[in-house]
C-alpha cells in the first residue's frame, strides 16, 4: 500500500533492489526476490531492507497542474488563453479538465497556481500530485502462501529468520474456492506499474491494458510492483507451477500509472481510474497512495462507484493515524489495512476511522518480473488480497451493487481484535477478511 509521493519499491533479496513495491505511501515494505529454484524446504536468499523511506528532491514535488475550466471554452481559447502564462505543455485530460505541465518552466509552480487562480476563466486549479506504491491447488509454492491456508508452517529463511504463522490467520479462500473460483467476465482494473506479460503465471491472465506513463498501449512493468499485485490477484492457479492467485478465473487488466521509478501523479491515475470504468472493470486495485486530496481525483472515484465498480486501496505504509489518498475517500474507496502472520495489525499499516477492512501483508508471495516470484510486505499485497476476494465475489453474485459488496465485507469480516477493541475500530476496520463468510450459501435449519 513518499509523499510528496513516490511510490518506493520494495527492495528484493540479494539479487535486484528496487524502490518501491508499495503502492502509495510510504512503505516500509520489504521486498524479498526468489528464484525459482530458490524455494525447497527453505526460502532462499531472502534479505530484509527497508528501503521505503520518505523520499526527498524535487523528483518528488509535484511538476504539473489539473486545472478545471469553465464549460465557455473552445480548445483554441484555452491554448491562446494561457500560451503567456510559463507552461511547458497544455494536455486536455478530459471535458474540461487539463494537466498544465510546468517543469520547463522558469517561473515557481506556486505562482502559476496564484495565476490561473486569479484568471475568471478558471473554475479549480491542483497540484498534480505525486503518488508512490505501497505488495488447496498443485502450485509448488503454494505452501508458502500462508495468507491463503495458514496450518501454522514453519518458513525458514537463510538470513536465520524463522517465521511462525498463527494456525488460522488466513482469509479462509481454500473453502470459498468450493463456491467461487472467479469468472472470466469479472475484470479487475490494476493501476500499477504495468505487468509482465511474459511471466508464466501472469500470461494467460492478462487483457490489454493502458501505459498513461508512456502515453502508449504497452503497459509494461518496468518497476515490478504491479507485477507483484497481479499475481495476488490472480496468478494462473492449479497450473503445477509458482504460486496461487486468489481470483483464478477473473481477467486482470493492467493500467500503468507508476513509472519505473514507482511514482505516479494523480493526473494519470484519474485517467487511469475512467478508463477502467469505461473500459468494464468491476474491481479496481490501487496499491498506492499519497499524502493530499484532490477534488478531481476524488471526483473520478464517484464517478467509478456510481458505475457500480468496486475501488480498493491501500491504507500506507508508515503506522501512523493517517491513511492515504485516495484510500480516505471512504464513501467510494474500501480502505485497506494490514495483518501480519499473527492476525494483529501490522506495525507498518495506517490507521484511522477510513478502514474498512485488514487483509494479510506481510510476507506475501507472489509473482515479480522475469519468471521470478518474491514475499512482500506492507499495505500494497494486503490490497490485492481483498481486490481478489471482491473479484471471487462479483463473480459468483454479479447482481450485487458496489454498495452491497462494501456492506457483506464489512460486517462479513473476522473481527480478529476484538478482545482489545470489540467491533469497528481504526486498526482492521470491521476486521479481517475471510472469503468463505462472503460466498458460502447461507444454511437455515
Known amino acids: 500500500m513518499k509523499r510528496k509521493n513516490p511510490i518506493l519499491i520494495l527492495s528484493v533479496l540479494a539479487v535486484v533492489s528496487l524502490l518501491g513495491l508499495g503502492l502509495l505511501g510510504r512503505t516500509n515494505h520489504r521486498v524479498e526476490k526468489l528464484r525459482k529454484s530458490s524455494l525447497r524446504a527453505r526460502i532462499k536468499s531472502v534479505s530484509y531492507v527497508d528501503s521505503l523511506k520518505s523520499p526527498s528532491g524535487n523528483d518528488s514535488e509535484p511538476q504539473s497542474l489539473m486545472v478545471k475550466l469553465k464549460p465557455v471554452l473552445s480548445g483554441m481559447d484555452v491554448k491562446t488563453l494561457f500560451q503567456s502564462t510559463g507552461f511547458a ?6 471535458d474540461n479538465v487539463y494537466r498544465f505541465q510546468g517543469k520547463d518552466s522558469l517561473v515557481p509552480l506556486n505562482d502559476l497556481m496564484e495565476q490561473l487562480r486569479n484568471n475568471p476563466a478558471v473554475e479549480l486549479v491542483e497540484k498534480d500530485v505525486v503518488v508512490r506504491a505501497m505488495e488447496v491447488p498443485n502450485d509448488p509454492y503454494f505452501l508458502y502462501q500462508f495468507y491463503l491456508y495458514n496450518h501454522g508452517q514453519t518458513l525458514n529463511l537463510t538470513d536465520g529468520t524463522v517465521v511462525q ?18 469468472s472470466e467476465e469479472v475484470k479487475i482494473g490494476v493501476l500499477d506499474s504495468g505487468a509482465d506479460y511474459n511471466h508464466p503465471d501472469l500470461r494467460n491472465k492478462l487483457d490489454a491494458g493502458f501505459n498513461f506513463v508512456g502515453n502508449n498501449a504497452y503497459p509494461i512493468d518496468d518497476n515490478g510492483h504491479g507485477t507483484a499485485m497481479a499475481g495476488i490477484i490472480g496468478a494462473s492457479t492449479n497450473n503445477g507451477q509458482g504460486v496461487a492467485g486468489i481470483c483464478w ?3 486482470l487488466i493492467p493500467y500503468k500509472v507508476l513509472g519505473a521509478d514507482g511514482k505516479g501523479n494523480y493526473s494519470n491515475l484519474v485517467l487511469a481510474i475512467r478508463r477502467a470504468v469505461d473500459e468494464g472493470c468491476k474491481v479496481i486495485n490501487m496499491s498506492l497512495g499519497a499524502d493530499e486530496p484532490s477534488i478531481i481525483l476524488e471526483d473520478a472515484l464517484k464517478y467509478a462507484y456510481e458505475k457500480d465498480v468496486v475501488i480498493l486501496a491501500a491504507t500506507g505504509n508508515e503506522g501512523k493515524g ?26 507498518f499499516s495506517n490507521h484511522g476511522p477510513e478502514v474498512a477492512v485488514a487483509a494479510p501483508g506481510h510476507m506475501i508471495m507472489t509473482t515479480f518480473p522475469n519468471g521470478q516470484y518474491a514475499l512482500v510486505t506492507g499495505t500494497s499485497p494486503a490490497t490485492a488480497v481483498a481486490s481478489g476476494v471482491v473479484g471471487l465475489i462479483r463473480s459468483l453474485k454479479p447482481f450485487l451493487t458496489a454498495e452491497e459488496i462494501f456492506k457483506i465485507l464489512k460486517y462479513g469480516s473476522d473481527d480478529v481484535n476484538k478482545a482489545l477493541f470489540p467491533g469497528i475500530d481504526i486498526y482492521l476496520g470491521w476486521g479481517r477478511l475471510n472469503a468463505n463468510t462472503y460466498v458460502a450459501p447461507i444454511k437455515v435449519e
Open 249 to 251: 478465473n477473473c481477467r
Open 322 to 347: 493517517s491513511v492515504c489518498y485516495p484510500a480516505r475517500y471512504s464513501s467510494y474507496v474500501l480502505a485497506v489495512a494490514a495483518t501480519d502472520e499473527k492476525d494483529l495489525h501490522a506495525s
Open 165 to 182: 504463522p498463527k494456525s488460522g490467520a488466513d482469509i479462509n479462500v481454500v473453502d470459498a474456492w468450493t463456491f467461487s473460483k472467479g
Open 89 to 94: 505543455e497544455i494536455e486536455p485530460l478530459y
